[in-house]
Nanobody, 126 residues
């Protein structure tokens, strides 16, 4: 199983950028589709972005498309989320997640993921 530790969150202003990092461990990481989920205060956890095990396929929630970019470095067991043009609506706890049941392509919904980390807080002020 893949285990994950996120970092890079913080307090920023609207329009700023942040880069989240996910350090993953586990022998199956390089063959596991990965992604990012987020949970805003008072709301359910939602899908943000995902990437296939090879990195060749990515998916994004409509709300972040064109502003966020997911990437991975299989040699170093890392997953990243570059977030640009942040808005207060992006505020929440961001969790790195593994979709070990997805054997091809990039996951598209929160239910595709079977494990996730503790998360890192992102707060965007207006």
């Amino acid at each position: 199983q893949v285990h994950m530790v996120e970092s890079g969150g913080g307090l920023v202003q609207a329009g700023d950028s942040l880069r989240l990092s996910c350090a993953a461990s586990g022998r199956t990481f390089s063959r596991t589709a990965m992604g990012w989920l987020r949970q805003a205060p008072g709301k359910e956890r939602e899908f943000v972005a995902s990437i296939s095990w090879s990195g060749g396929s990515t998916r994004y929630a409509d709300s972040v498309k064109g502003r966020f970019t997911i990437s991975r470095d299989n040699a170093n067991n890392m997953v990243y989320l570059q977030m640009d043009s942040l808005s207060p609506d992006d505020t929440g706890v961001y969790s790195c997640a593994a979709a070990e049941r997805v054997v091809a392509g990039a996951p598209t919904v929160e239910g595709d993921f079977n494990s996730w980390g503790q998360g890192t807080q992102v707060t965007v002020s207006s």
